[in-house]
């Protein structure tokens, strides 16, 4: 509560609730400039298009200490990135929470024109920027592919005729050091380069007890190469090729157990290495609650000696954009890109939470991302340009594939709760610490399974839009998009070879297998002696990748093939009325355009891998959007508000869950959660109250609810292969808060020596559900910490000297001021695992910049 009544203490600061930090937009006279954006595929005032958009220059990005994608969150309304082993994009609660390449992400990414179809690549470093566009709300007419959320539009600095760039070098702490820079070099009058190259390292924040390391370090090396080539008056070719490195080691994670009826705490009666008393399994708990942070401490985890944490993603892209001026009138744009990327292997979940190998999901080997595409674009203007008209054509192919294993290693169970489980009945645990007879299994068919998923998927768009000044002040927008993805998706599944089971355990003379029941091997002895230890201790992980040494059963795969085409029109009607000066006279408010917008937006459905059950069809998300706004500029252009409420109806949600197959695998699956409704606001302001002196400020509130939600109770369906509908429409939206903003005070002192800028950004987030299942949202609403995150407040300080030729900055700043302790992301499974590993945000960070432009 307290940080909540700060937040609205920081809002009423500027006496009206937001801001669109254009401050590329600042003069010394007190004066917001035009902003120019490109939203609608050509360059408008922002004030007078018809869409809730957050504009940042170059020199904005600079000016906050904006270096990646990712800290966008922090000063964009409704935006909420968290960035983990996948990264997650949400705009106004629309996102997608995992990496699978099988899933289109909801906010598409674009650089220079250039679609990046996979979330792995799209959290971009700044480098090089010279404008970023955050367009929200469904953009189904002109963009790429179909995006519910919105998109993010990244503009490069272009190639110049001048020989001229800038070099920055910076330090601070956890041993973090940066270098980056760039230069022009001119070959001729008409051929134009530009070189841009970033290093980056830290060693991180996180401890890691088990392996003892650092996580959440990362290396990261990437280089931009640019060309233009003017080859006429008429014709320009504009190319661009990128190399990118990273080799990251993820934030590791704590646990605590959130949920006693859990299956694998104490629901299923299940026991786990190191349990030795049959009457209560303690070690799954003990093994989560070792690694909680009131165990380990600040800012330490322990995932054991091998955690798998280590995440390398190599990435090559190529785009080219041609440009032909047919006449004053008309224009026409050629852009193809090119991608091809691989993620190395990754521990993509820890189930269980700690150091012990009891179930865990994994990349096995390398991921493969191969893009291209093309788009042909028709721009123009008509009748004195009162028509203004973008049409064109996109194609994009890709080829993905992905290795994906699931590891549920041994259990144990006492014969009298495995005759239970065997009659299809809650299984419950013996009286006496002794048990019956001890019973070790593979209780999920496989202790380790494996899918290779390959995807070849195509898209098809025809798009056409068009605005047309019905007078000097009003204005009508059309727009329609004809979309078609063809998607080919193949599934190979390797289980265990579970011959090679049978034989270790047998071979030891401890286990027998029980008649009928594959799988499940009795153990001569008793529970005091650890038997599902002594199991597990015959795969041990002597390759140290973090995945136990089962055999694979490469011999018996099984193959699942799925054909599918998703068709959608998506259209968009906008009305936008401009306010005549005569109008506004006599009164503070200088420009004034409201619009009303009509929007649709659609995304591919899939093909989705359901353990040993092969390929389910995943149907496509679709977003219907009714959004009102006014856009201002004020107090002789001092001052620029501009406000958007919206209504979205969002129908076939492609939503996480948890699952089984019917070999009783848990497995993490897609599924269509009928429908929702998403009714919110957003508010922006800029204003420059003295000269040099600028203040921003942002608020969104969203309201999301779902109107239909139906799932399947977990324990049923793994019990007893029995479906029982569960309604889940009363739990709040995972992975975004409804309630955020942001404040920015910034001065800039001109002295005899230079100019001397402080600035401020504070910022809040709501409440966050980061569960999967029924149950995590009912812990959620007992209390927020056992499946989410508290809102919380963050503080971020920089100042700035800049010489007086401006060619040298020099910055000192401090981001996370309060060194403020948030979960940044990661998930709460109550219903099976009865987990909820956090990760936490960063801690405090402080260092030393400083920039040369010669």
Not at 244 to 265: K, P, Q, W, Y
Not at 403 to 421: E, K, R, Y
Not at 639 to 662: C, E, G, H, P, W
Request: aromatic share 10%.
């Amino acid at each position: 509560m307290k940080l909540r009544l700060l937040a609205i203490a920081l809002l009423a600061v500027a006496a009206a609730p937001t801001i669109s930090q254009e401050s590329s937009g600042v003069k010394r006279s007190g004066v917001l400039e035009e902003v120019l954006v490109t939203a609608r595929k050509r360059e408008e005032n922002i004030q007078e298009t018809p869409l809730a958009i957050t504009a940042l220059s170059g020199k904005d990005l600079k000016d906050a200490g904006i270096e990646n994608i990712n800290e966008l969150s922090k000063s964009v309304p409704s935006l909420q990135i968290n960035k983990g082993q996948s990264n997650q994009i949400y705009i106004r609660g629309i996102g997608e929470r995992t990496g699978f390449v099988r899933v289109d992400p909801t906010v598409g990414v674009y650089m220079d024109g250039l679609f990046l179809p996979r979330a792995d690549g799209q959290l971009l470093d700044t480098l090089d920027v010279a404008s970023l566009q955050v367009l929200r709300g469904p953009q189904g007419t002109l963009f790429g592919k179909n995006t519910t959320g919105g998109a993010l539009v990244l503009t490069l600095e272009k190639p110049s005729d001048q020989f001229e760039g800038y070099i920055e070098a910076g330090i601070g702490n956890y041993q973090a050091r940066k270098i980056r820079g760039a230069i022009n070099v001119p070959i001729s009058d008409t051929f134009l380069t530009r070189i841009s190259a970033n290093v980056a390292k830290n060693d991180g924040y996180m401890e890691d007890s088990g392996a003892g390391s650092s996580s959440n370090s990362s290396d990261g090396k990437s280089i931009l190469l640019q060309t233009r080539w003017d080859a006429s008056d008429d014709f320009t070719l504009e190319n661009l090729l990128f190399f990118g490195s990273s080799d990251e080691v993820m934030t590791n994670t704590n646990c605590n157990i959130v949920n006693d009826d859990a299956l694998f705490v104490d629901g299923l009666a299940l026991l786990w290495a190191g349990d030795t008393d049959a009457s209560q399994g303690t070690a799954y708990r003990e093994n989560c609650e070792s690694n909680s942070r009131e165990r380990q401490g600040d800012l330490t985890a322990n995932k054991g000696e091998h955690p798998r944490l280590n995440k390398k993603f190599d990435s090559i892209l190529f785009g080219a954009t041609g440009t032909w001026v047919v006449n004053q009138d008309v224009s026409i744009k050629a852009v193809l890109g090119l991608r091809t990327a691989t993620e190395g292997p990754i521990m993509s979940a820890d189930n269980d939470g700690g150091p012990e190998d009891y179930n865990e999901a994994f990349n096995v080997g390398d991921s493969d991302r191969n893009s291209l595409s093309l788009e042909l674009q028709l721009n123009g203007s008509a009748f004195e340009s009162r028509l203004n008209y973008t049409t064109g054509i996109f194609f994009a192919a890709e080829d993905n594939d992905e290795i994906f294993g699931l590891l549920t290693n041994f259990v144990g169970l006492d014969a009298t709760s495995a005759l239970q489980l065997a009659a299809g009945q809650d299984p419950t645990r013996p009286l006496s610490p002794l048990g019956t007879v001890p019973v070790v299994a593979a209780i999920t068919g496989d202790p380790l399974l494996k899918n290779e998923f390959t995807l070849k998927n195509q898209s098809l768009a025809a798009f056409f839009q068009a605005s047309y000044d019905v007078t000097e002040a009003f204005q009508a927008t059309l727009g329609v998009r004809w979309t078609e993805e063809t998607r080919t998706s193949e599934l190979k599944t390797v289980g265990t070879d579970m011959t090679d089971v049978e034989n270790r355990l047998t071979g030891t003379g401890r286990f027998t297998p029980l008649v009928g029941q594959p799988g499940f091997y009795s153990f001569n002895g008793r529970w005091a002696e650890d038997p599902v230890r002594i199991a597990s201790d015959l795969y041990p992980d002597a390759d140290g990748d973090g995945i136990p040494d089962f055999v694979y059963d490469e011999a018996n795969p099984t193959y699942a093939k799925a054909d599918e085409v998703f068709r959608q029109v998506t259209p968009m009607v906008s009305l936008s009325y401009s306010f005549a000066d005569y109008v506004l006279a006599d009164t503070f408010i200088d420009v004034a355009t409201t619009y009303v917008t009509w929007s649709n937006g659609f995304k591919s459905g899939f093909s989705e891998p359901r353990g040993v059950d092969g390929l389910a069809r995943i149907e496509p998300e679709e977003v219907e959007n009714l959004e009102i706004g006014i856009k201002t500029d004020m107090f002789d252009r001092s001052m620029r508000f501009n406000v958007a409420a919206y209504r979205t109806d969002y129908k076939n949600i492609q939503l996480i869950t948890v699952s089984s197959d019917t070999s009783g695998n848990l497995i993490v699956v897609f599924t269509n959660a009928g429908q929702a409704v998403i009714e919110g606001a957003e508010m922006e302001l800029s204003w420059l109250p003295l000269p040099g002196t600028m203040i921003t400020l942002n608020y969104s509130n969203n309201n999301y609810y779902y109107e239909e939600f139906t799932d399947t109770n977990l324990k049923e369906l793994s019990l007893r292969q029995n479906r029982v509908e569960v309604d889940r429409s009363a739990e709040p939206f995972p992975a975004t808060p409804g309630e955020s903003a942001a404040l920015g005070i910034m001065y800039s002192l001109e002295t005899g020596f230079g100019t001397i800028t402080p600035r401020l950004d504070v910022s809040y987030k709501g409440p966050v559900f980061f569960g999967l299942d029924a149950s995590s949202a009912v812990k959620y609403g007992n209390d927020s910490a056992l499946a989410g995150a508290k809102e919380y407040v963050l503080a971020d300080f920089r100042l700035s000297w800049t010489s007086k030729a401006g060619s040298t900055r020099l910055t000192a700043y401090v981001k996370n001021i309060t060194d403020e302790r948030f979960i940044g992301g990661t998930v709460a499974v109550a219903d099976s695992l009865g987990t909820f590993n956090q990760s936490y945000g960063d801690p405090r960070i402080f260092g030393v910049d400083m920039s040369y432009n010669f």
